[in-house]
C-alpha cells in the first residue's frame, strides 16, 4: 500500500515538472540575448545617460543579432543615484537575466555595482566612468574610455605648454569621485610640469547640486592664478562659470568630458564661451572608418552630429557583441574572457585595446566652446 501511495506521489511530481518546465522554456526566450544596459535618464547626469543611450540603440539597430540570435536591450534607469544604480545592475541580472551589461555614465554610479557584476560573474563594460576605481580589483568590469590619470595629464599640460599657466586653482565636487580623482591628478601632472609645489595655490570644494558658488570664486579672485580646473557634473559647472565671469574673472577655466552636454552650453550661455575641456571623441576629425560609418548612421538617425558619449555607447555594445561572437556562447564567464582579450578593435572613438586591467589606452581630444558650439582643438595621444 505504502509502494502504490509513493508511486502516485512521485507520478504527480513528475508530471507537475513537466508542466513547470514548459512553461519556464516559454517565458525564457532561449532564442533571445538580452544585454542589460544601465544609465542616468533621469537626474543630475540625465544628459549624459540619454547621450548615450542614443549610441547604444544605434549601434543594437544596425547590428542586432549575434550567433543568429536577437540581441534585446534591456534598459534600467539608475536615477543618477549610487543606491539606484546598484538595484538596477541587481535587477538586470537576478530578473532580466542579462548576460553582459553596458553602463553607467558617472564613475560613481559604476562604481556602485562593482561588487554586484563581480559576485554575479556578469562583465559590465563601461562607456565613459574615468575614474581608475572602477575596474581596479575587479575581472568582471571593463571600459571603454580612457582613464582619469591620463585626462588629468592631458588638462595639466594645455594648461601648462598652450596656456602658459604656471598657477593654477581646483574647484572640485567633494562628493563626486569623479571630480575629486580627476582633481587630484590634474594637480599631480601640474605640480610636476612647474616643478613647484606652490603652483597650486588654492583647492576649494562644493557640494553636488550647490547653486552659489561665490565663495569660492571670491576666495580663488584674491589669489589670482592663471587658471582654473573645475570638473564636474555639466549643470553645477556652467553656473560655477557664469558667476565666475558675474565677479569679473576672466581667467581660462579648464573641466573634463563630462562638460560635453548640451545643457553646459544652454545654462552657462556666453559665460562659457572659451571653457575648454577633454573628451573621447570628436565629430570634426573621424579616426577611423568606423568613425565615418557612425557619423554617417547618427546623423542620419537624429539629424544632428554625433557627440562623445554616443560614440562612446556605440563602442561599448559592439566591444559586447564581438566578445560573444568570439565566445560562441552567451555564457556570462566566457563572453568576460573575450572581452578582456580585446585588442586593435576598431570602433567609433578609434582603436580599443584593454590593458591588464580592463582600461582602454587611446587617444584624447580637446574641445573648446565657440560662438555656442563645441570645437575641436587639438587630439593628444597616450
Known amino acids: 500500500m505504502k509502494s502504490r501511495i509513493f508511486a502516485l506521489?512521485?507520478?504527480?511530481?513528475?508530471v507537475l515538472g513537466m508542466f513547470s518546465g514548459c512553461s519556464g522554456g516559454s517565458s525564457e526566450e532561449p532564442d533571445v540575448i538580452k544585454i542589460g544596459v544601465f544609465e542616468p535618464m533621469t537626474g543630475a547626469?540625465?544628459?549624459g545617460g540619454?547621450?548615450?543611450?542614443?549610441?547604444?540603440?544605434?549601434?543594437?539597430?544596425?547590428y542586432p543579432e549575434v550567433l543568429g540570435k536577437k540581441i534585446e536591450l534591456v534598459i534600467a534607469d539608475n536615477k543618477s543615484e549610487k543606491v539606484e544604480a546598484?538595484?538596477?545592475?541587481?535587477?538586470?541580472?537576478?530578473?532580466?537575466?542579462?548576460v553582459a551589461i553596458i553602463g553607467s555614465y558617472g564613475s560613481s554610479l559604476s562604481m556602485a555595482a562593482g561588487d554586484i557584476v563581480k559576485n554575479e560573474k556578469v562583465p559590465a563594460v563601461g562607456c565613459s566612468p574615468t575614474n581608475p576605481l572602477v575596474t581596479l580589483d575587479n575581472d568582471y568590469y571593463f571600459r571603454v574610455c580612457f582613464i582619469d590619470p591620463f585626462q588629468g595629464t592631458v588638462m595639466a599640460n594645455y594648461a601648462f605648454e598652450e596656456?602658459?599657466?604656471?598657477?593654477?586653482?581646483?574647484?572640485?565636487d567633494v562628493q563626486n569621485d569623479y571630480s575629486v580623482g580627476l582633481s587630484k591628478f590634474f594637480v599631480y601632472a601640474f605640480t610636476e610640469l612647474t616643478g613647484d609645489e606652490g603652483s597650486i595655490v588654492a583647492t576649494t570644494?562644493?557640494?553636488?547640486?550647490?547653486?552659489?558658488?561665490?565663495?569660492?570664486?571670491t576666495n580663488i579672485k584674491s589669489l589670482n592664478p592663471d587658471v582654473i580646473f573645475a570638473p564636474g557634473n555639466y549643470g553645477e559647472s556652467a553656473l560655477l562659470i557664469k558667476q565666475a565671469r558675474g565677479l569679473g574673472m576672466d581667467l581660462p577655466i579648464l573641466g573634463g568630458d563630462t562638460w560635453e552636454s548640451p545643457d553646459f552650453i544652454s545654462i552657462g550661455g556666453d559665460a562659457v564661451e572659451g571653457a575648454a575641456f577633454s573628451s573621447h571623441f570628436t565629430s570634426e576629425a573621424p579616426v577611423t572608418e568606423m568613425s565615418k560609418q557612425f557619423l554617417a548612421e547618427y546623423k542620419e538617425e537624429f539629424g544632428q552630429?554625433?557627440?562623445?558619449?554616443?560614440?562612446?555607447?556605440?563602442?561599448?555594445?559592439?566591444?559586447?557583441?564581438?566578445?560573444?561572437?568570439?565566445a560562441g556562447s552567451a555564457d556570462?564567464?566566457?563572453?568576460?574572457?573575450?572581452?578582456?582579450?580585446?585588442?586593435?578593435f576598431v570602433g567609433a572613438t578609434g582603436n580599443i585595446t584593454l590593458d591588464e586591467n580592463g582600461d582602454a589606452v587611446k587617444s584624447a581630444v580637446i574641445n573648446e566652446v565657440k560662438d555656442g558650439a563645441f570645437i575641436y582643438l587639438t587630439t593628444v595621444e597616450p
Not at 570644494?205 to 570664486?217: E, I, R, V
Open 332 to 344: 556570462p564567464v566566457k563572453i568576460r574572457d573575450e572581452i578582456s582579450k580585446t585588442a586593435g
Open 9 to 14: 506521489i512521485l507520478s504527480i511530481v513528475l
Open 86 to 98: 546598484a538595484n538596477a545592475a541587481s535587477k538586470l541580472i537576478e530578473k532580466d537575466k542579462v
Open 305 to 326: 552630429d554625433a557627440n562623445a558619449f554616443a560614440a562612446l555607447g556605440y563602442d561599448a555594445y559592439l566591444v559586447i557583441r564581438e566578445a560573444i561572437e568570439r
Open 163 to 172: 596656456l602658459g599657466a604656471r598657477t593654477a586653482a581646483i574647484i572640485q
Open 45 to 47: 547626469n540625465a544628459s
Open 50 to 62: 540619454q547621450m548615450t543611450v542614443e549610441g547604444i540603440k544605434l549601434a543594437n539597430e544596425k
Open 205 to 217: 570644494s562644493y557640494n553636488a547640486g550647490d547653486q552659489d558658488f561665490s565663495a569660492q570664486l
